[in-house]
């Protein structure tokens, strides 16, 4: 295994689309890192120059200190999985996963054992015989996992690979992906636009949009200190609520105020606002659905009309309007709330996130 | 009542007329007649004067001349067909990229496909002559290619293998753009360098296509005429007697209709029993 680096590298297409930007990051040995973002945002095309499929426009690749910028895939001594899995059509399962191993013309007995160690790994020892055409996507992509295990290649690449599962057999192989980085101590880069995927799976998050790193990070911090807006809707599922509100001081202690509610800020909050001078002035409100409570100080509550109601089991998501701006809440599932009542809900105050209104750039950095 | 019943049952049929006709016209009824033809001596009109049964495939059996036809045929065959093939699949694979001008070569690879077979053999014939010909110019040499026993057939064979490989062209052009480029970036991703991408990619992925554009090949040479004609007439002696000029020889050269009818119906025995192994070895051969 092996850790890689990433230097100004930039990606222009030759219709002048602009794919990737400055992008800089150090990806230790062992690490488990993720690049999560919106469609088309850059993850496909950073992971292609990685292995060297998409050409680096400026910028340079280091893998285990070497300059990798001109070296031929054949020769980076990468594995990867690609979105649309890319299973040979005429071999076997058995030959796809063994194809790597035959091109390097290792003994069939090793092969032997390395295939039949990866099947069992994967739960596909039935399927060796079968071709491409007669499998379920899940055991497609089971196999091209498979393809890419038997080898011990510096660092394993892996574009979307769950992305074409339902969901009970997508949380099975994240669990299987896991348990397969902690056994082989293996470097996986990993794509995904799917946050819960890109939180449960990694050690460290990259979460791009339009091409540029917002924000690198182990989960915990990306959770609870994202260092923008982008970064904090995009992380967490429900998204992260924001209002736009005043920052204003009323009976001596600073609040946020907006359509009728009024919330105070506490201590470090409150002089973190002042200080970089935020009094009087304009900002975001973010919070999560999960930071909202049922009960609380009176003077905090704020009042939810109640639009609709979803039912999880062991919580209720409450969706409703503040000022216009569409808020959901996920609280416990005795709260008295009806569609179309107005209920009284309470934000944990040490939880919010505020942002700066044009940078969108997180105020308060805990 | 009935005659609205009878109408139903007969209506499906009317339909399918025009098509029943022609094809018994052009087609039922031109390999019928050749049957009846080949157990028949004939007149000079071609009519039928003397039943012999199966006396004019004994004949053909017999005759030293049949056999050098079946034997030329076979050796022209089987270099037409792989030499077209080659060229087919060596123009295919390097069209298969995207520079500026690819077009250009496109078209000129696929351009044999447009020519006449007898105008090529024209152009043919003043290239391969032996004292103004570009060829013996190039080569230096004063051979008289198309006059030579020795040269002859090959001569024949690489103008219709250069003939056919345009259609080759199209086949395994459309066979390779077929074939995912995913599936050559994985490929080179787990390490592949371009011969084992050529041979455990590119021909498995033609596998399908290579299989019909041979059997379409095969029957295509065994028909070859226009270029023989043109070029030799069968000769020099009898080394480029095609068993189709043979056919053409002798029913109108000779006028021994019953025996060029005899000839035609072997010739299709033989092209249907060749292609019917290729159907069953289809089964076994080809991928997917
Ligand atoms: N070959 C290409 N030519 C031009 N633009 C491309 C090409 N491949 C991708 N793009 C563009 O680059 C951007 C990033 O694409 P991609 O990396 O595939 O996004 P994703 O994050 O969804 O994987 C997109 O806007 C896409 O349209
Ligand atoms: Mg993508």
Redesign the interface.
């Known amino acids: 295994m092996a850790s890689l680096s990433l230097v100004n590298v930039c990606k222009t297409f030759k219709n002048g689309q602009i794919a990737v930007k400055d992008f800089n990051l150090d990806i230790k040995d062992e690490e488990f890192l993720i690049l999560v973002g919106p469609s088309g945002c850059g993850k496909s095309t950073t992971l292609r120059m990685i292995?060297?499929?998409e050409e680096i426009s400026s910028g340079e690749l280091w893998i285990d200190g070497a300059l990798m910028n001109l070296t031929?895939?054949?020769k980076?001594?990468?594995?990867?999985v690609?979105q649309?899995y890319?299973l040979?059509?005429?071999?076997t399962v058995y030959e796809n996963i063994a194809?790597?191993l035959?091109?390097?013309n290792i003994p069939q007995i090793e092969i032997e054992e390395r295939v039949k160690k990866a099947a069992d790994i994967l739960c596909i020892r039935h399927l060796l015989d079968r071709?491409p055409?007669a499998l379920s996507g899940g055991q497609k992509q089971r196999v091209a996992i498979g393809?890419v295990i038997v080898r011990k290649p510096k660092a394993y690449?892996m574009d979307e690979p769950l992305s074409n599962l339902d969901a009970k057999l997508r949380t099975q192989m994240r669990v299987e992906l896991s348990k397969i980085h902690k056994e082989l101590g293996a470097t996986i880069i990993y794509v995904t636009h799917d946050q819960v995927e890109a939180m449960t799976l990694g050690t460290k998050i990259v979460v791009m949009n339009a091409g540029v790193i917002q924000q690198a990070a182990p989960p915990e911090v990306l959770y609870n200190n994202p260092v923008n807006k982008f970064v904090a809707g995009f992380i967490g599922s429900p998204s992260m609520n924001f209002i736009p509100v005043w920052v204003e001081r009323r009976e001596e202690r600073i609040c946020i105020v907006f359509s009728n509610n009024r919330l105070f800020l506490n201590e470090d909050n409150a002089h973190c606002l002042i200080e970089s001078g935020y009094l009087g002035r304009r900002v975001y409100l973010g919070i999560r659905p999960e930071d909202f409570h049922e009960t609380g100080p009176k003077e905090q509550a704020i009042k939810l009309k109640v639009e609709i109601k979803e039912v999880l089991g062991s919580d209720i998501l409450l969706h409703g309007k503040i000022g216009g701006n569409p808020i959901c809440g996920r609280l416990k599932p005795d709260f008295p709330s009806e569609a179309g009542t107005e209920v009284s809900i309470f934000a944990d105050m040490n939880r919010i996130l505020l942002f700066d209104l044009d940078t969108e750039e997180n105020i308060l950095d805990h | 009542m009935k005659l609205k019943n009878v109408s139903r049952y007969l209506s499906p049929y009317v339909y399918i007329v025009p098509a029943i006709a022609v094809f018994v016209l052009f087609l039922f009824f031109p390999f019928i007649k050749t049957i009846y033809l080949s157990l028949f001596k004939t007149n000079k009109m071609g009519q039928a004067k003397l039943f012999v049964g199966g006396g004019n495939y004994s004949d053909l059996f017999s005759s030293a001349s049949f056999f050098n036809s079946l034997f030329v045929t076979a050796i022209f065959v089987l270099i037409v067909v792989s030499v077209s093939m080659l060229l087919g699949l060596i123009t295919a694979i390097l069209c298969n990229q995207s520079f500026p001008g690819i077009r250009i070569f496109s078209t000129a690879y696929a351009l044999p496909m447009a020519i006449a077979s007898s105008s090529a053999a024209m152009i043919f014939k003043i290239m391969l002559h032996p004292t103004i010909g570009i060829i013996n110019k190039l080569l230096g040499l004063h051979t008289n290619w198309i006059s030579d026993p020795r040269y002859a057939l090959v001569c024949v064979a690489l103008l219709s293998a250069w003939l056919n490989s345009g259609i080759n062209f199209l086949y395994f052009s459309a066979g390779l753009s077929n074939i995912d480029n995913t599936l050559y970036e994985r490929a080179s991703v787990d390490g592949a360098n371009s011969a084992q991408k050529f041979f455990r990619l590119t021909l498995p992925g033609l596998s399908p296509i290579m299989f019909y554009t041979l059997v379409v090949n095969i029957i295509q040479a065994f028909q070859a005429f226009g270029q023989v004609k043109v070029l030799t007439m069968g000769g020099p002696g009898e080394s480029t007697n095609l068993i189709v000029y043979s056919i053409y020889r002798d029913a109108f050269f000779n006028y021994r209709f019953g025996s060029a009818a005899a000839q035609s119906v072997i010739l299709f025995m033989v092209i249907m029993i060749l292609t019917l192994c290729m159907f069953h070895l289809e089964k076994k051969g080809v991928h997917y």
């Open positions: 292995a060297g499929l031929v895939p054949q980076r001594d990468l594995a990867m690609f649309s890319a040979y059509p005429h071999l194809f790597s035959r091109v390097r071709k055409f393809s690449l």
